[in-house]
């Protein structure tokens, strides 16, 4: 069965930092783009960034540009989103996806999907 599991989420005061962890079962994470997405309640899921497999290329949405860095261990096939400076409007289920090569900022760029972390950003 191939699935994504993220984890790493949970309850954090403005301005801490998590790490969040993507880890892949029954696949390589190796062979993939990986995404982090979010979904705010009563909010489309958004892209937050984003790892390219063909050159390793990263992307940021605006809105953790500086905040926000992903990376990937390939001996440990797992991808991490280490996200500093955390703020209210950080709060969301996070979900991690991996599809193609290069990296898109949309859904249907990306094949599998995790089940997603609560990531809560509150005083």
């Known amino acids: 069965q191939l699935q994504l599991v993220e984890s790493g989420g949970g309850l954090v005061q403005p301005g801490g930092s998590l790490r969040l962890s993507c880890a892949a079962s029954?696949?390589?994470?190796?062979?993939?783009?990986i995404g982090w997405f979010r979904q705010a309640p009563g909010k489309e899921r958004e892209g937050v960034s984003c790892?390219?497999?063909?050159?390793?290329?990263?992307y940021y949405a605006d809105s953790v540009n500086g905040r926000f860095s992903i990376s990937r261990d390939n001996a440990k096939g797992t991808v991490y989103l280490q996200m500093i400076n955390l703020k209210p409007e950080d709060t969301a289920v996070y979900y991690c996806?991996?599809?193609?090569?290069?990296?898109?900022?949309?859904?249907?760029?990306?094949?599998?999907w995790g089940q997603g972390t609560q990531v809560t950003v509150s005083s």
């Open positions: 029954g696949f390589t994470l190796d062979y993939y783009a």
């Open positions: 790892i390219s497999k063909s050159d390793g290329s990263t």
């Open positions: 996806a991996a599809g193609g090569v290069k990296c898109s900022w949309y859904i249907e760029g990306y094949d599998y």
